[in-house]
């Protein structure tokens, strides 16, 4: 409107550059421009649309140089069909231009200039004008942006409406509970995690890290006890990748930590709470769902989505209130057990799984592996991880086929949703 009075125009339209269509679109354009050729969108707006160099607009915007016409009928670019399809008749156009950053990303078009033709002063006006207004939808396109950064927000909202931290009398009640100073069982691979209740598991987890780190690693018993707590809130209620899986993962690390002395205090707490954390808030969908469905997560994450996931979610509960475990560490030290348990995260997707092996396994048989080695180390970390992940299989016969049970129920439910929804 103001850019129609500016140049004192009968008519004006804002056309936008639709790259992956190679079309000019408007949305934005005066009432007199209506009749067959304006189309209702998807979102229900309407809109006109045509390719790019046809008409006026369309060489503008495929050459980048704005036009001034004197009279449009003399000129063979311009395209009569909007005026026989309207009865309105096009006399002069003035038309110009819109960049970003160099690149042509729309059009402005002013028709018909009452009481003669468009002039040097209008053009030079308008051009300036065309300036202010790729600034403008520069920033429009800035605020699109920020909508579509909504998408982790939504994820967000939609993990807090299914979860929630643990609550003050769920501490408490733990907190109660007397455990022996010594648990026996627990300390070999062949220990169930099935058979143990819903109280036991949180309490167990608490004494493993307390066995592991007390008095190696400064932290505050309350706060270990919530982010338990809250970790096992996270798990979602799927079939396999549960909570009580998340707990056998971990007592499968703890074991081997407490049984060898490979792992310096700080990265031996990066790998227990890796292993307790590594599938936080899993949906019972492996990352190949999650892309063929199209997502969120998958927007988000372009490689190893769920395990990203899981990671984000374990820096998300650190930073709740009262559930910082590492607070005691140094920032050094804070940053360096956040990498490794990332690294440890990341490294369950047997997408990377394979090809860690395979190095793994060519050093070894060249006889080069040292644990001095900070890549070496690294790979060890990795394989040890998904040795955990998959401890199930060398479970004893009976602890086997319960969980192999469970597998097949989330991996059907899997294939049945995707069966319906790509029919």
């Not at 009432?31 to 045509?50: M, P, Q, S, Y």
């Not at 979860?163 to 109660?176: A, M, T, Y």
């Not at 040795?387 to 086997?400: G, T």
């Amino acid at each position: 409107n103001f850019a129609q009075k500016l140049v004192d125009a009968d008519r004006a339209s804002l056309f936008l550059v639709d790259s992956k269509t190679n079309e000019l679109y408007a949305r934005i354009f005066d009432v007199g421009l209506d009749g067959e050729h304006v189309t209702i969108n998807a979102d229900g707006h309407k809109e006109i649309r045509f390719p790019v160099g046809r008409g006026i607009a369309g060489q503008v915007a495929q050459t980048g140089e704005g036009l001034s016409i004197k009279n449009a009928y003399d000129d063979s670019r311009f395209n009569p069909e909007i005026d026989s399809k309207t009865g309105y008749h096009t006399e002069n156009i003035l038309c110009m231009p819109v960049f970003i950053r160099g690149q042509v990303i729309g059009v402005v078009q002013m028709v018909n200039k009452h009481g003669g033709s468009f002039t040097q002063i209008d053009e030079e006006a308008f051009e300036t004008f065309a300036v202010y207004c790729g600034l403008a939808l520069h920033h429009a396109k800035l605020y699109d942006k920020i909508r579509r950064s909504e998408q982790k927000y939504r994820v967000a909202l939609e993990v807090l409406a299914y979860h929630s931290v643990c609550n003050r009398d769920e501490v408490n009640k733990l907190k109660k509970v007397q455990i022996r100073d010594h648990i026996e069982e627990i300390e070999t691979f062949d220990f169930n995690a099935m058979k143990l209740s819903e109280l036991e598991k949180p309490l167990y987890a608490v004494y493993m890290f307390k066995s592991l780190f007390g008095g190696v690693i400064r932290y505050e018993h309350d706060d270990l006890i919530r982010f338990i707590l809250t970790v096992r809130k996270n798990y979602r209620k799927v079939p396999y990748h549960n909570w009580t899986h998340g707990w056998g993962v971990a007592h499968a690390m703890f074991v081997v930590l407490r049984t060898t002395k490979i792992f310096r205090p700080l990265e031996a707490l990066a790998l227990y709470i890796a292993a307790i954390c590594h599938d936080l808030d899993h949906r019972g969908k492996n990352n190949a769902y999650m892309k063929t469905m199209g997502t969120p997560l998958a927007a988000i994450y372009s490689t190893s989505v769920m395990e990203h996931h899981h990671f984000n979610q374990t820096v998300t509960i650190l930073q709740q209130d009262g559930h910082n475990i590492f607070k005691s560490l140094r920032s050094d030290e804070y940053k360096e057990v956040l990498s490794t348990v990332k690294h440890c995260i990341l490294a369950t997707d047997l997408a990377l799984f394979f090809p860690n092996r395979a190095n793994l396994a060519t050093i070894v048989k060249e006889g080069a592996f040292a644990w001095d080695n900070t890549r070496h180390r690294s790979l060890a970390q990795a394989i040890l991880m998904t040795a955990c992940d998959l401890i199930a299989s060398a479970k004893p016969w009976q602890v086997q086929t319960e969980t192999v049970k469970v597998i097949f129920e989330e991996f059907y439910d899997q294939v049945s949703i995707t069966f319906v929804m790509t029919r």
